[in-house]
């Protein structure tokens, strides 16, 4: 799997969480059915958020080949507030193939980022 950060904004700065280790930190964690449309990123700008650019038609084409190759055997990651940190190619396969729901595994505490206020350019990949 490639190297890949959650990212949100917070008032301390741009937080990342490395996928790889939130993968690893879940692993433990009860599997659950959720519903597609409870996910509320899929209407938000989520994989080009944090771009200082519009999206160009082969960064789509880039998520599209990720979404046609992505297995639905393993389960999105939430954190406790039920926000996407791990998924969103499965989310859109799912919905895709006309799924309702999905599955999915949710911290009750969400783990400390791995990156406080560094810029998306200087993450380590």
Request: proline content about 6%.
């Amino acid at each position: 799997m490639r190297k890949q950060y959650n990212l949100r904004k917070s008032e301390q700065g741009l937080k990342a969480w490395d996928v790889h280790r939130l993968i690893e930190l879940s692993k433990k964690l009860p599997v659950k059915n959720i519903l597609l449309s409870d996910i509320k990123e899929v209407n938000e700008p989520y994989w080009f958020e944090h771009n200082t650019n519009l999206p160009t038609c082969a960064d789509v084409l880039h998520h599209m080949k990720l979404v046609q190759e992505v297995d639905l055997q393993y389960p999105i990651i939430l954190c406790s507030d039920g926000r996407l940190m791990d998924g969103m190619h499965r989310i859109i396969r799912a919905l895709l193939e006309g799924y309702q729901d999905i599955q999915a595994v949710q911290f009750d505490v969400t783990p400390e980022p791995d990156f406080i206020n560094i810029p998306v350019d200087d993450l380590p990949y």
